[in-house]
């Protein structure tokens, strides 16, 4: 792309974020950090978000020169608002410039419930996997990894049902594809296919008190999905960042028409400490359209380990089941600065069995990018007050692709500053 065109896009991108953040100053109070009024008989809360990334990534393959990528970026601008109908019925909405200036939906539902523990939910949404469903507003590291990328659903069309029972949570959800593929978002149309994705998800977790103050977060949750019959869905990734394209060093190339996913979380909290992890197998049905070959078998997860210098104890959402950030406290806050986590990460997906039952050479070099990921990234999340966040990951990941002269090794430093309300 020549540079005029690229100063162009990026001048676009830029003017459009601008307006969403004077937008986000102008709609919080000066007096707090939320806002709400009443239309009529409706309670309505606005909300927002504003993360600035800055990435510098160097990928350096085996054999060849090192590949860098060095960006400033808007990752998100979003504005939305929380409306309560009623005590049973509200309205979530919330979407925008994501990447600099592509405008998409992220949480947008509707609400109803039925009980104090049971609520019903329509709309552009997640269903399951601890990491996924956790807030931008709470996640310790920029991304959710390969596992995210690879395993988990972003926000999709579904109908959900939640469940609480004591410390049990269950949803089930029935889910299409997200909305910002079916002509339902800002300024795009449908994506071919996009009616033909359809999937069912089931996600039953819970937790106890163990010891003293602390807490054991446990669950599970199976997905069965269908892609239709006029494509192969391709699994990609990327190493830890939105940065790049993601296949680029990791991914199965054209294979699945279904595929069944059987997912384990687990978090342990712990006053100031704590630990979470999840694993995933998912299982992919081979499509007619994909090379000739076996069903493979494709794994992913992490693990990180949290610590609070201040003392401040992770958070813990019982109705929800999810692990949340602690609150910015005064004096046990880090020296009167704020909040400061140190956090460390360990990454792995295994896609090599996409590459070993492949039948035929043709296939065997489709899936050249199928191989095995391990990473670590160290990072520090720091909250100065409540509503600001700065992030700082630095990581290092290991590729071990099919053909051995295409190993890479990929470093990369991030920047996130961070502002919601």
Do not use: C
Request: hydrophobic residues 45%; aromatic residues 8%; without cysteine.
């Amino acid at each position: 792309m020549e540079r005029a065109s690229l100063k162009a896009n990026l001048g676009y991108g830029v003017a459009k974020v601008a307006l969403l953040a004077l937008a986000a100053v102008f709609t919080t109070p000066a007096t707090g950090w939320t806002a709400e009024f009443a239309l009529g008989s409706v309670q309505v809360s606005p909300k927002g978000r504003l993360l600035v990334d800055s990435v510098s990534q160097v990928a350096s393959p085996s054999g060849a020169a090192d590949l860098r990528i060095d960006l400033v970026r808007v990752r998100q601008a979003f504005l939305g608002l929380d409306a309560r109908f009623s005590d049973r019925l509200a309205l979530r909405l919330e979407g925008g410039a994501s990447n600099n200036d592509a405008f998409i939906w992220d949480e947008a539902a509707l609400e109803y419930r039925a009980t104090p523990n049971l609520l019903f939910a329509a709309g552009n949404l997640k269903a399951a996997g601890l990491e996924n469903l956790t807030s931008t507003r709470n996640i310790s590291f920029h991304e959710r990894g390969p596992y995210g990328d690879l395993v988990t659903d972003p926000f999709t069309s579904s109908v959900q049902v939640r469940m609480t029972s004591g410390p049990m949570v269950a949803i089930l959800a029935v889910q299409g594809d997200t909305f910002n593929n079916l002509g339902l978002d800002f300024d795009g149309g449908a994506s071919p296919g996009a009616w033909d994705r359809r999937a069912a998800t089931g996600r039953l977790v819970g937790s106890i008190p163990v010891g003293d103050g602390a807490r054991l977060h446990l669950g599970g949750w199976a997905r069965a999905r269908d892609f239709g019959d006029r494509s192969a869905r391709a699994y990609a990734a990327r190493p830890g960042t939105a940065a790049g394209g993601a296949g680029d060093w990791l991914g199965s190339g054209p294979l699945a028409q279904s595929d069944m996913t059987v997912a384990f979380e687990g978090a342990w909290l712990s006053k100031s400490v704590w630990v979470q992890g999840e694993v995933a197998a998912v299982r992919a049905e081979r499509s007619p359209l994909a090379p000739p070959g076996g069903d493979p078998l494709m794994t992913a997860g992490y693990v990180f380990v949290g610590w609070n210098i201040g003392g401040e104890a992770r958070g813990y959402d019982v109705q929800r089941a999810l692990v949340t950030a602690p609150r910015v406290g005064d004096p046990v806050s880090f020296g009167g600065l704020g909040s400061l986590d140190l956090v460390v990460r360990y990454d792995f997906a295994d896609l090599s069995d996409v590459q070993s039952s492949a039948a035929s050479p043709a296939g065997r070099l489709a899936a050249r990018r199928a191989g095995e990921y391990l990473g670590l990234t160290l990072g520090a999340v720091w909250r100065p007050e409540p509503g600001y966040r700065v992030l700082v990951n630095f990581g290092e990941a290991w590729i071990d692709q099919a053909l051995p002269s295409a190993d890479i090794t990929i470093r990369q430093l991030q920047i996130r500053a961070q502002y919601e309300f």
